[in-house]
C-alpha cells in the first residue's frame, strides 16, 4: 500500500532556509504529477508546486525563484528546496501524488502527514 511521509519541516529565521522530503513507500505507476501545497491557519490549501512528466515544474508565483522540487530515485523521495524564507511561508506544507497505486491498480491522490514550516521576522 502507497504511502507517503513528510519530513523536515522545522522553525526557521526569515531569510533561512529548509529542505522538506516526501519518502514514499509502495509503488506508484503511471504518475500523473507530483506536488507540493501547503496550508496555513484560516486559509485554504494551495499548490505551491506540480511537476508533471515531460514538463516544468510550475511554481505559484510567491515561491517562484526561492523553491526547487527535485526528487532521488533511487530513495524513491521527492524534496523540496526552500530558500529565502519569508513569514508568509508559514504553513503546513504536504507532499502529493497522482498515480496508479501498484498494489490496487488503482487510481488515486496520494497525500503526507503533512510538516510544520514556520518562518519567524
Known amino acids: ?23 514514499a513507500s509502495g509503488t506508484i505507476f503511471g504518475i500523473k504529477s507530483v506536488g ?3 496550508e ?16 516544468s515544474p510550475n511554481y505559484t508565483d510567491a515561491v517562484n525563484g526561492r523553491f526547487t522540487i527535485s526528487r532521488e530515485v533511487a530513495r ?7 530558500n529565502n524564507l519569508k513569514p508568509e511561508d508559514t504553513a503546513v506544507y504536504y507532499c ?6 501498484g498494489a490496487t491498480m488503482t487510481f488515486n491522490s496520494f497525500w503526507g502527514q503533512g510538516t510544520q514550516v514556520t518562518v519567524s521576522s
Not at 519541516?9 to 529542505?19: P, T
Not at 524513491?76 to 526552500?82: E, F, G, K, S
Open 1 to 23: 500500500q502507497v504511502r507517503l511521509v513528510d519530513s523536515g519541516g522545522g522553525l526557521v529565521q526569515a531569510g533561512g532556509s529548509l529542505n522538506l522530503s516526501c519518502s
Open 36 to 38: 507540493w501545497f501547503r
Open 40 to 55: 496555513a491557519p484560516g486559509k485554504q490549501r494551495e499548490m505551491v508546486v506540480i511537476k508533471k512528466p515531460g514538463l
Open 76 to 82: 524513491n523521495t521527492r524534496y523540496l528546496q526552500m
Open 96 to 101: 502529493n501524488i497522482d498515480g496508479v497505486d
